[in-house]
Structures are given as C-alpha cells and as structure tokens.
C-alpha cells in the first residue's frame, strides 16, 4: 500500500471515527428530559459517551468553601488538608453521581467546586460539606443526665448551654458530668452523655451501604470494619454488654442502642429515623471518608437552566454567523480553492468534537470561544498555503507543481503559528482553573485537528482532484 493509500485510508477512519463518537452526543440532545434520566438510571452506553454541556450552558450549582484550619489536628499540614480534602470532596460527588464536576483548589485554603445539572442543590451541599467524623462511644448508664437536665431546667438554661465558648462545663455543672464523659445532642431529640473519646471510629471502615429493614421497616445504614476495626469493635461490645453505645457523626448522636453480645463479624448498623435518601447520602459519606477538618461554604451560587439555554443560543449564533462569514469570504477571494479550504474547515469542527466526545470533555462557554479561534487558526493556514500557490503560479509553475510547492513552503509558517500558540495553551491549562482549563483544552485540540486538515486532508483533495488531469489554470 504506498503513502497517498494509506494517508486515505487514515483520512476515513478520523472522519468515521468522529461521527461515530458524535452519534450518541447527537441522540442523546434530541431525548426528552424523561428520557435522559431513565437512560442515566439504567446506565445506557450512550449516557457516558455524551459530549457534556458544563456549568454555565445547563445550569447547576457553584460553590467556595473555605477549610477550617483551626479546627485541623496539631502537626497537619494545610496543603496536605487541603489536597485530602479535595479527594474526598471528589469521591462523595463521584459517587452522587454529577456529570464532569470541577473540583480545583484556589488560593491557600478555598476549593472551588461547580456541579452542573444538579437538580437539587442542598442535596449536594449537604453531601460536600459533612465532616463525616463516625465515633461509636460509650453511653452513661448512671442517671447523670437526669441529674444534668433537673440542673439546667433549675437555671432556666437548656442542656446545650451548660458549656462555655471553650467548651468546658459551667461551674454549676463541673461535679455533675462525670470525668472523661461529655454532653452531645441526638439527632431527633434529647441529649446523651457519652465517653469525650471514642472507642472505635470511622477510619476503620471498609464499606457503608444503604440498607433498608431495620426497626419498623426502615431505611438504614450498614457499615463493614477492616480486621483491626473488627477486632476492636468485638472487643468493645464483649466489655459493655447491656450498655449503649452511642453512634456519633459530627457531633450529632445518630442512634444509641444497646449491646446485646459481642459482635465478632466487624458488621453495624447506623439507624436514626433516615428517609432513603438521607440513609444513601450518608453511606456515600461514609465511603468517601471524614474530612480532615470542617469546611464552611462562603460563596454559593445557582445558575439556571434558562441562563444556559441563552447562552448556547448566543454561543451557536456566533460560531454559525462566523462560520457563515468566513466560508462566504474564502469562496468569493479564493474561487475553488476556497471551497476546498471550507471542506476542511467544516470536516475540523466535527474531527474537534469528536474528540472533545472521546476524551469526555466538558463544553463550556470558553470552550466555544476556543472552537471559534481555531476556526481562525485553520482558515489562516489554508491562507498562507492559497497564497504560496498564486505565487508559484505567478512564476509560472504548472499547477500541479504550484499546489506541492504552496503546501511545502507554508508548513513552515504553519508548524511556527500553530506551536507558539499551542504552547500559549499549555501554561493556560497548566496554570488555569475552571473556564481557563476549558478553553485550553479545546484550543489545543483545535490546533491539532487544524494542522491536519488544512495541511493534509486539503492536499488529498488536490492530489485526487489532480489525478490524471492536465490543468493549465487552477481557479484561485
């Protein structure tokens, strides 16, 4: 097979390719919205193929938080907590299963976080934000709470403001709160005086899943210890048979039943009245893991759908018109040899997002704007090339001379352009966030495409075109 062969060959395989990997991108945008979530449920094959549309063309959510580096154990460092926390954060939306989040770090201490197509945004706030510290402690079984709860009733106070704002009991209630015991409210009602230390906690979990049984039939969560975590447990609930063990998340106690026999199978259960919805989201927190300190949302914003539908109408708008404008010009300068130019131009868009498809990238408003100045990039390499062919003709090379010749003396001035703005694209996706990376990639693409369509896919033509015909004049 020689080399104009294998350069077709090569030329059906990208443009089948690219179709092939825009056909489910272009079934997916004509179901209704019914019938995308059904196919998301079902895990179709089409759903993880489809070119994502990102924050600011379907809507979603936005946040800032911020991590509470008082609150991070002695000796831990803040970048390290910070790049954990963006790991964790991750694996919770991975789970919650959000199309192509962002999840970037920005600045000393803040992660910026978009979600798009999040339907329901405190869900999802809930979800990133929980520390998720499980604690399973020990339960007081001497009365003391009572004694606690007849003492702040006395002061006229409620059992939540029997500490100060260091956490230390008031002096009217030190002799009452036994030593290495704590006050902590319950998730529906009442408070519990529990251990200040846990006995076991949830860095030895293995698993967490959303059951549903339980008492009374409901939803429930089950978790699973490693071996070490079991052999604690086991030795735990061996020692304080017909006590209670608080379940403790965030400082919240979520249930507090009794230990009837020692558990050996490293197996529990969280109950605490969960819809199923609750019980799901906090087996997924669970799974992710506790954040290594508290993290508190400073900026939150929603975008709406509508705000999107707008945005693709303006962005279409503007690629269709610009596209309009510099096919009409390169026909009208260029004659044949302009449309030749718009047959690449046209076979680039699709080459470029199906690719973006392949890669599963996300399109955003800057991505757009990255298509549309590759659409640039690629008109002027067809330029320089037309214009290296009406000079050789001007010199009176024959046709078939002046195309070879046009395409090998601009593949210099092309390869120069291209390579120093792809390096451009390399700093802005090395030093971008966001909607900086989105365009970078798109950009970088587009590069690359462009060279091969302007560069090769045009001379094919000519080379076809050319094949066994004698021209005396080329139409440029």
């Known amino acids: 097979m020689d080399g104009k062969k294998i350069k077709l060959l090569i030329f059906w395989v990208v443009l089948l390719g690219s179709v092939y990997l825009l056909w489910p991108t272009f079934q997916w945008y004509q179901m209704s919205q019914e019938e995308r979530t059904k196919a998301q449920q079902m895990k179709e094959k089409i759903a993880g193929k489809v070119l994502n549309l990102g924050l600011d063309l379907q809507g979603g959510i936005h946040l800032v938080l911020e991590i509470d580096d008082t609150k991070l154990e002695k000796g831990t460092n803040l970048v390290d907590a910070l790049n954990r926390a963006i790991e964790i954060i991750r694996n919770r939306i991975d789970q919650f299963g959000v199309s192509e989040p962002l999840i970037a770090k920005q600045g000393e201490k803040w992660i910026t976080v978009q979600l798009p197509g999040v339907k329901d945004p405190q869900a999802a706030i809930d979800l990133i934000g929980k520390t998720a510290l499980l604690e399973f402690r020990l339960v007081d079984g001497t009365g003391a709470i009572e004694k606690i709860a007849a003492k702040a009733k006395e002061l006229s106070i409620q059992l939540k403001d029997i500490y100060d704002e260091n956490r230390k009991p008031k002096k009217e209630?030190?002799?009452?709160?036994?030593?290495?015991?704590?006050?902590?409210?319950?998730?529906?009602?009442?408070?519990?005086?529990?251990?200040?230390?846990?006995?076991?906690?949830?860095?030895?979990?293995?698993?967490?899943?959303?059951?549903?049984?339980?008492?009374?039939?409901?939803?429930?969560?089950?978790?699973?210890?490693?071996?070490?975590?079991?052999?604690?447990?086991?030795?735990?609930?061996?020692?304080?048979?017909?006590?209670?063990?608080?379940?403790?998340?965030?400082?919240?106690?979520?249930?507090?039943?009794?230990?009837?026999?020692?558990?050996?199978?490293?197996?529990?259960?969280?109950?605490?009245?969960?819809?199923?919805?609750?019980?799901?989201?906090?087996?997924?927190?669970?799974?992710?893991?506790?954040?290594?300190?508290?993290?508190?949302?400073?900026?939150?914003?929603?975008?709406?759908?509508?705000?999107?539908?707008?945005?693709?109408?303006?962005?279409?708008?503007?690629?269709?018109?610009?596209?309009?404008?510099?096919?009409?010009?390169?026909?009208?300068?260029?004659?044949?040899?302009?449309?030749?130019?718009?047959m690449a131009l046209l076979l680039n868009l699709v080459i470029l997002l199906g690719l973006m498809s392949l890669f599963h990238a996300t399109l955003t408003l800057p991505g757009i704007a990255g298509i549309i100045l590759t659409v640039g990039m690629a008109v002027d390499a067809n330029v320089l090339i037309l214009e290296r062919m009406r000079e050789e003709l001007r010199n009176g090379k024959t046709v078939r001379v002046a195309v070879d010749l046009g395409y090998e003396k601009a593949f210099s001035a092309i390869l120069d352009g291209n390579l120093t703005t792809l390096i451009a694209a390399a700093f802005l996706f090395q030093f971008g966030t966001g909607p900086i990376k989105g365009f970078a990639v798109s950009l970088t693409l587009g590069l690359i495409v462009s060279m091969y369509t302007a560069v090769i896919v045009t001379h094919q033509i000519y080379d076809f075109w050319l094949t066994g015909r004698q021209l005396k004049e080329l139409s440029i």
Do not use: W
């Open 173 to 342: 209630f030190v002799d009452l709160i036994p030593k290495g015991y704590e006050v902590l409210p319950g998730k529906e009602e009442g408070y519990f005086l529990v251990t200040s230390s846990a006995q076991i906690t949830g860095a030895y979990l293995t698993d967490a899943k959303m059951k549903i049984g339980g008492q009374y039939g409901m939803p429930y969560v089950g978790i699973d210890f490693n071996n070490d975590g079991a052999k604690i447990f086991s030795a735990v609930t061996e020692a304080n048979i017909e006590r209670r063990l608080a379940i403790v998340l965030d400082g919240v106690v979520q249930s507090a039943p009794n230990i009837k026999s020692r558990i050996p199978d490293g197996h529990a259960i969280i109950e605490g009245n969960f819809t199923a919805d609750e019980a799901s989201g906090l087996a997924i927190i669970l799974r992710a893991g506790a954040l290594p300190a508290p993290v508190r949302i400073i900026e939150n914003r929603i975008v709406g759908p509508s705000l999107g539908r707008d945005s693709i109408k303006s962005g279409l708008m503007a690629c269709i018109i610009g596209i309009l404008l510099v096919v009409g010009y390169m026909i009208f300068y260029y004659k044949f040899s302009g449309l030749i130019a718009n």
